[in-house]
């Protein structure tokens, strides 16, 4: 039996996933992070992205979209916290993509440096929802 890590995922709305992984892949600010058992204790902040988890006797990875939070190791758990957590099998990518779309066009036609700046968060998360949804397509 391979050595696991406990994990433990939660959104502002709910919990959605706690259980053993043999690996963890998070988004960090400044690139991916690779989390296995025992792995030296950390926090750090994540961007919007994929959190890829291998877990023990299943073949497929699991794919979960973060909008960015805060991920926090200890040598057998890791937490996530995010303000959006979703399923990578429950993204809707006609959504995505009209999200997408919108904040394009808001970053075109800004009137204020706020505006812009939330138009860039909202493009930068939903082009992470679409980066999801690709991955999960080439798994297929």
């Known amino acids: 039996m391979a050595m696991t890590i406990h994990v433990d995922i939660v959104s502002a709305e709910k919990a959605l996933y706690s259980g053993s992984a043999e690996v ?23 961007k919007p992205g994929t959190v890829r988890m291998k877990l023990p006797d299943q073949a497929e990875e699991v794919m979960i979209y973060v909008s960015g939070g805060i991920l926090e190791v200890q040598p057998h758990v890791v937490t996530i916290l995010s303000d959006t ?28 440096s706020l505006d812009y700046a939330k138009a860039q968060a909202e493009l930068a998360e939903a082009i992470a929802q679409l980066a999801t949804i690709e991955k999960l397509r080439r798994k297929i």
Do not use: C, S, Y
């Open 24 to 46: 963890v892949i998070a988004p960090g600010q400044r690139g991916e992070l690779g989390i296995h058992p025992r792995h030296t204790p950390l926090l750090t902040t994540l």
């Open 85 to 112: 957590a979703i399923r990578g099998n429950d993204l809707d990518e006609a959504k995505a993509l009209e999200a997408k779309r919108a904040a394009e066009d808001a970053m075109k036609n800004r009137e204020a």
